[in-house]
Each structure stands twice: as structure tokens, then as C-alpha cells.
């Protein structure tokens, strides 16, 4: 998606493509983040409850209508009491409740292709590491910048991740240049699926983001990508292939956490 400041053409974009993925066969569709609305400067006339709020309330009843799980890419939630909103995503079942919340836990505070960008002006980050069920799987959650602490994405295969979901808003630089290689990293060292959806395109603000969605397997192959501009990345889970890899190359297995926490010799 390219999204904008204007909600409702956002929630109307987001709609027609979680039908059209719906036709193609999906049973979890993965939004980008800040589907329903970005807008650097003004980011907080865009924030929103969670709850009864209408962008997580739409997704709630297309996940309904069509028997959907739906990841709710991010949204800009509004927080009572406090002047900062929250870039939160939420996991919905098909019958239309959130199993999973999961907030934004590292700030993208950055100087890239010419444009600063202060996240943590307007956006408070989360405290915790989230990993969700749908479908009979569990599915680790996390938001663009958060790509680049792999730290977390362990913490979430510890926690029995299958499925890693990366909905973000690259940059058309730092897209350009890490976002594959980062995505492949990721699948390749938790053995995991990551399904990585990307906003693209020029926003209101100036701000460009790189899009080209994908689905990658657990030893690190796209599997399917999205074109440049609106489309969709449609690719299946074999899980028999997740269980194959992680027998085959059992690097989960060999870790050695009572060394790594120890003293580092120079």
C-alpha cells in the first residue's frame, strides 16, 4: 500500500486488498505498517483508540466476513494521559478477536537520504516481546525498525515463533540497500517464515518508502514479492519444510547462552 493522511481512502485501499487476497487463497494476511494513516509532522491527527477505534474495527469485521487472520500491519494508537501515541499492531482471528497486541519497541531516531526522522517525538515505545497464536501456529510479532535488533527475533524464536511478521514503511534508502538482505538474516538464523509488508511509494509528508513485500521460507528463499507499487506478495507456509530445516541444521539446538552472557577476553 501507499498510504496517506486521509483514513478513509486508507481503510478503502487496505479493504480491497485483503479481498483480493482472500480470492488468491490467503488465510493470514499480514497490512503494512501505518495502513490507516502517515503523515510525519502531523502523525498525532492520525492516532486512534485500539479498541472501538475504526481502523482496528474494520479489520475486525473483514477478518469476519471472509474468515480471515489478519495482521493489522501497525496503527497509531492514541493513549489516554499521555501526549504520545503508540505504533501498536494487533493479531485478529477469523472470528473477528485480537488475539495478540504488540507495540513498537525501538524508535526509528535517524538521519538517512537527507531527512531526519524523530519517531520518538510523537511515539512512545512499547515493553515487551510478543509472540501470538492463529491458525494453530505461533507467530512472532514486530514493526519495520525493529528488523535490526536481532536480539528480539531470537527472544521470539525462543518463544516458539513459526511465522515472524515485519510490517513496516522502509525507507527508499535504507529499503534499497538492507531490507532483503535484514528479512533473509532473520528467517535464516531463527529458521522461521517472515512475512515482511511494506508500504511504497511517496507519502503526504515527502517521505519516500521502498515497498517490494515478501514471504521467505526458514533457510532464507523468497518465496513470493510484491512489484513495485499496490499489489500483493501471495506465497504458501509449508511447515513440514520449517520442521525439515530446523532437523536438518538444528543451529537453535547448539546455542550457548551460559557462554554468551559471560566475559568478552581481548
Excluded at 519517531?119 to 510478543?130: C, K, L, M, N, R
Excluded at 530445516?245 to 546455542?255: C, E, F, K
Aim: one cysteine or more; charged letters at 25%.
Amino acid at each position: 500500500m501507499g498510504s496517506s493522511a486521509d483514513r478513509d481512502r486508507n481503510i478503502e485501499a487496505a479493504a480491497r486488498l485483503v479481498r483480493r487476497a482472500a480470492e488468491a487463497g490467503a488465510r493470514l494476511v499480514v497490512l503494512p505498517e501505518k495502513w490507516p494513516y502517515i503523515h510525519g509532522p502531523r502523525l498525532l491527527d492520525g492516532a486512534e483508540p485500539l479498541d472501538g477505534g475504526p481502523s482496528l474495527t474494520a479489520v475486525q469485521g473483514w477478518a469476519r466476513d471472509l474468515g480471515l487472520a489478519i495482521l493489522a500491519g501497525s496503527i497509531v494508537e492514541a493513549v489516554e494521559g499521555d501526549r504520545r501515541a503508540r505504533n501498536t499492531s494487533a493479531l485478529v482471528l477469523p472470528d473477528g478477536s485480537v488475539a495478540a497486541v504488540y507495540r513498537k519497541l525501538h524508535m526509528f531516531d535517524v538521519d538517512v537520504g537527507g531527512v531526519s526522522y524523530r519517531e520518538s517525538a510523537a511515539t512512545a515505545p512499547g515493553d515487551a516481546i510478543v509472540v501470538g497464536e492463529a491458525l494453530g501456529h505461533r507467530i512472532g510479532m514486530s514493526v519495520c525498525y525493529d528488523l535490526r535488533f536481532p536480539e528480539l527475533y531470537r527472544r521470539l524464536a525462543d518463544g516458539g515463533a513459526e511465522v515472524i511478521v515485519v510490517p513496516a514503511a522502509f525507507t527508499a534508502v535504507t529499503g534499497r540497500d538492507h531490507s532483503e538482505p535484514l528479512l533473509r538474516a532473520r528467517a535464516i538464523e531463527n529458521q522461521a517464515f517472515v512475512i515482511a509488508a511494506g508500504q511504497h511509494g511517496r507519502h503526504d509528508d515527502g517521505t519516500e518508502s521502498h515497498g517490494r513485500s515478501m514471504v521467505i521460507d526458514p533457510w532464507g528463499i523468497v518465496l513470493a514479492q510484491a512489484p513495485d507499487g499496490e499489489g500483493l506478495a501471495v506465497a504458501d507456509l509449508d511447515f513440514a519444510t520449517l520442521e525439515a530445516v530446523r532437523a536438518r541444521l538444528p543451529a537453535l539446538r547448539h546455542r550457548r547462552p551460559e557462554v554468551y552472557g559471560g566475559e568478552t577476553r581481548s
